[in-house]
């Protein structure tokens, strides 16, 4: 009986470890390619979400085509298909590596449209801490600038920190002609969040969101979380199967 305790046991332990390894491996290669430098490309084929300031249609009835000199149903679509496009709404991602949130904004060609970044929240678990970015000067995005790549700052905002520089994040603004289809990517560490309030618990995230009120009506939530839930989940299922290995050949000798 010892001998089948003792094998079930560190059977179980290297399932467990061999589990860990990967998946800490999948979540630290999920994020390890973006870089904060202006160069967008390592966002492309990560999760993305359509946003706007409120619930716009992605399809409109009875559109005169004047090419067609007919009314249509009009529908706004990206390039997989999916209803939405960069036309009506921003495309957003956010993501993690459980020491920083990235956040990449492309800003819409609707009408009224800009990078409104002078408050935004991220959600830890339902508790906020609240950031702005501005020119290093202090200005906001939304001032007037000549086309062009700029690094900008993430400020504190909405507690004793505010308009303080957070340390350890960085961002970077691509100002396009027009103002139309802006783009920005940003890293804020988790500390930083942290610092605004002291009910984020570092050590157990399971949700990360991201809110701009000027710029969405809902929030967004975040890929790549921790993976300690799924770590302790699969520990669990892993010494429940070396119990009941060990418990299924002592029933057998049992019945010799």
Same mark, same amino acid.
């Given at each position: 009986?010892?001998?089948?305790?003792?094998?079930? +046991?560190?059977?179980?332990?290297?399932?467990?470890?061999?589990?860990?390894?990967? $998946?800490?491996?999948?979540?630290?290669?999920?994020?390890?390619?973006?870089?904060?430098?202006?160069?967008?490309?390592?966002?492309?084929?990560?999760?993305?979400?359509?946003?706007?300031?409120?619930?716009?249609?992605?399809?409109?009835?009875?559109?005169?085509?004047?090419?067609?000199?007919?009314?249509?149903?009009?529908?706004?679509?990206?390039?997989?298909?999916?209803?939405?496009?960069?036309?009506?709404?921003?495309?957003?991602?956010?993501?993690?590596?459980?020491?920083?949130?990235?956040?990449?904004?492309?800003?819409?060609? $609707?009408?009224?449209?800009?990078?409104?970044?002078?408050?935004?929240?991220?959600?830890?678990?339902?508790?906020?801490?609240?950031?702005?970015?501005?020119?290093? $000067?202090?200005?906001?995005?939304?001032?007037?600038?000549?086309?062009?790549?700029?690094?900008?700052?993430?400020?504190? +905002?909405? /507690?004793?920190?505010?308009? /303080?520089?957070?340390?350890?994040? /960085?961002?970077?603004?691509?100002?396009?002609?027009?103002?139309?289809?802006?783009?920005?990517?940003?890293?804020?560490?988790?500390?930083?969040?942290?610092?605004?309030?002291?009910?984020?618990?570092?050590?157990?995230?399971? +949700?990360?969101?991201?809110?701009?009120?000027?710029?969405?009506?809902?929030?967004? *939530?975040?890929?790549?979380?921790?993976?300690?839930?799924?770590?302790?989940?699969?520990?669990? *299922?892993?010494?429940?199967?070396?119990?009941?290995?060990?418990?299924?050949?002592?029933?057998?000798?049992?019945?010799?």
């Amino acid at each position: 009986m010892k001998a089948y305790l003792k094998y079930a +046991t560190i059977l179980s332990l290297l399932i467990v470890l061999v589990i860990f390894n990967i $998946n800490s491996a999948h979540v630290q290669a999920f994020t390890s390619d973006i870089s904060i430098d202006g160069y967008y490309d390592d966002w492309e084929g990560k999760p993305y979400s359509w946003e706007y300031v409120w619930d716009n249609p992605w399809q409109i009835p009875n559109y005169w085509d004047p090419e067609l000199q007919q009314n249509i149903t009009k529908e706004y679509r990206d390039e997989y298909g999916n209803p939405y496009n960069i036309e009506i709404r921003h495309k957003m991602s956010l993501l993690s590596d459980g020491e920083y949130v990235y956040l990449y904004i492309k800003v819409s060609s $609707n009408s009224g449209a800009g990078m409104y970044l002078d408050h935004f929240l991220f959600s830890v678990d339902g508790e906020d801490a609240a950031f702005r970015i501005t020119y290093p $000067n202090g200005d906001s995005l939304t001032k007037s600038n000549t086309p062009g790549i700029y690094p900008v700052v993430v400020r504190h +905002t909405g /507690s004793a920190l505010s308009h /303080s520089v957070v340390e350890g994040a /960085s961002a970077v603004y691509t100002r396009k002609p027009d103002g139309l289809n802006d783009e920005i990517e940003v890293k804020v560490p988790f500390s930083a969040m942290k610092m605004q309030n002291n009910n984020i618990d570092l050590d157990n995230i399971q +949700t990360v969101e991201f809110f701009a009120p000027s710029m969405m009506y809902r929030k967004i *939530a975040c890929s790549g979380i921790s993976t300690s839930p799924i770590f302790g989940i699969m520990s669990c *299922a892993a010494v429940t199967g070396g119990a009941f290995v060990w418990r299924k050949r002592r029933n057998r000798s049992k019945a010799k």
